[in-house]
């Protein structure tokens, strides 16, 4: 035993340091310690409430038969084989996310499509813009619309999401499953930094977001179709954590 706590493995530090016990209550949980699974009688355990006195994480712990951890590596194992083939499908249908090339001018256009908005529309409601498609153009930063006294870099856009996508490929292949909520902010996040001004500089830092707009003028690009499209476009949406 250890000063003010048990030395065991905090999940946020990610090691082992002492970690004391702390009232269930305190977690917004109930003071019931003894569990079971109703779907899985077999699986029952003790749980504890802890603070780890390094870093402050709290979290909860459970006492379980020592034999469950071995099912559940053997099942762990298992799970990283099949997400390993699922995410090797995943880039054989989407090939352009492995590859170090121009990104094709129909993907770009269908981003596009899919995100452009004319904000005031002559029957008072903003309506979609898809037509904005056929005025890109190849300028240095890529596949390039222009906005009024703006640029949005479509190809740098997708450029960028493409690198947070194969980050959450990569989780899924070692067994992890990210939040969907994490994968759309982050998306939302790099289609806001694809924007330059007339001169062609770029913004430093990201154009601002506005109710899911990029707003230019009477158009807007929205971020959160644009995210969508990008989950859509590489069938990942099944392999997400909702929340």
């Known amino acids: 035993m250890a ?17 004391k016990v702390v ?13 079971y699974r109703t779907d899985h009688k077999d699986i029952a355990w003790f749980r504890r409430g802890r603070t780890c006195l390094k870093c402050n994480h709290t979290f909860l712990s459970a006492e379980v038969d020592e034999a469950f ?25 989407a090939r352009w996310l492995e590859r170090n090339e121009t990104i094709p001018r129909e993907l770009a256009e269908r981003f596009i499509e899919a995100t452009a908005w004319w904000l005031t529309h002559a029957s008072g ?16 930063h890529g596949w390039t619309v222009d906005f009024g006294a703006n640029m949005f870099l479509v190809g740098k856009a997708i450029e960028r999401c493409k690198v947070a ?3 959450a ?40 977001i506005e109710d899911e707009d990029l707003i230019f003028g009477a158009q807007s690009i929205d971020v959160s179709d644009a995210a969508e499209f990008m989950i859509n476009e590489t069938c990942i949406n099944d392999f997400l954590r909702n929340g």
């Open 3 to 19: 000063t003010g706590g048990t030395q065991i493995f905090c999940p946020g530090c990610k090691s082992f340091s002492v970690c």
């Open 23 to 35: 009232p269930l209550s305190s977690l917004d949980k109930p003071k019931a310690r003894r569990w």
């Open 69 to 93: 951890i071995d099912e559940l590596v053997a099942l762990r194992d298992r799970f990283i084989e099949q997400q390993k083939r699922t995410v090797q499908s995943v880039r054989r249908r």
């Open 125 to 140: 409601s903003a309506v979609r813009a898809p037509g904005h498609a056929k005025r890109m153009y190849k300028s240095h």
């Open 165 to 167: 996508i194969n980050g």
């Open 169 to 208: 490929l990569d989780e899924i292949s070692e067994g992890r499953i990210p939040l969907k909520s994490d994968i759309i902010n982050s998306l939302k996040t790099e289609v806001s930094g694809a924007v330059a001004n007339a001169n062609g500089h770029e913004y430093q830092g990201y154009y601002p």
